[in-house]
């Protein structure tokens, strides 16, 4: 009652119109008990029950370009992610330093052909991801947004991050 009848509403008319709706309305309730408000079903059981069929959506789609571009460069996000912290983790833990490591490699005798495939697998994630980035950069320009030249520079791209990663291997 003090809502309706302080300043807060100003307009007559409407303070009027609030009391009579306030005094005309009734509620009614009804107790239930704990337990029929639980669900004793999973949302699978109840589908199953009702006759659901579970909808089958990654499985009816054809891979196409763009979603594998999408999820690798995702991929290559959180594997560059997991190399950092891994590599952090790893200095602060050991008790050598970088050195060490270095020759316990060159201590493996590897061939040069063997040790620049290492590098390239190693160096891929970082070719991959910073050249889909420069990509995504052009599109944020609103740039090469038409599906032909997002399949064209899709396939620039994957030829660009090889280039870019053999560089890195032979280095």
């Given at each position: 009652?003090?809502a309706?009848?302080?300043s ?49 959506h ?113 280095l």
């Amino acid at each position: 009652r003090y809502a309706l009848s302080s300043s807060l509403i100003r307009s007559p008319a409407l303070r009027q119109g609030l009391q009579m709706a306030a005094a005309n309305r009734q509620v009614s309730l009804k107790v239930v008990s704990v337990a029929s408000t639980q669900k004793d079903e999973t949302f699978f059981e109840k589908n199953q029950r009702l006759g659901r069929k579970m909808s089958p959506h990654l499985t009816i789609y054809q891979p196409q370009l763009t979603s594998l571009l999408s999820v690798t460069h995702r991929g290559t996000g959180m594997a560059m992610a997991a190399g950092v912290w891994a590599l952090g983790l790893g200095a602060l833990i050991s008790s050598h330093d970088i050195s060490h490591y270095v020759t316990m490699v060159e201590g493996l005798q590897l061939s040069s052909a063997s040790l620049t495939a290492i590098k390239f697998i190693i160096a891929y994630p970082l070719g991959y991801h910073t050249a889909n980035g420069i990509r995504h950069l052009l599109w944020d320009t609103g740039r090469f947004l038409k599906i032909k030249e997002v399949y064209s520079t899709g396939y620039a791209m994957i030829a660009t991050s090889f280039i870019l990663t053999a560089i890195l291997a032979l280095l």
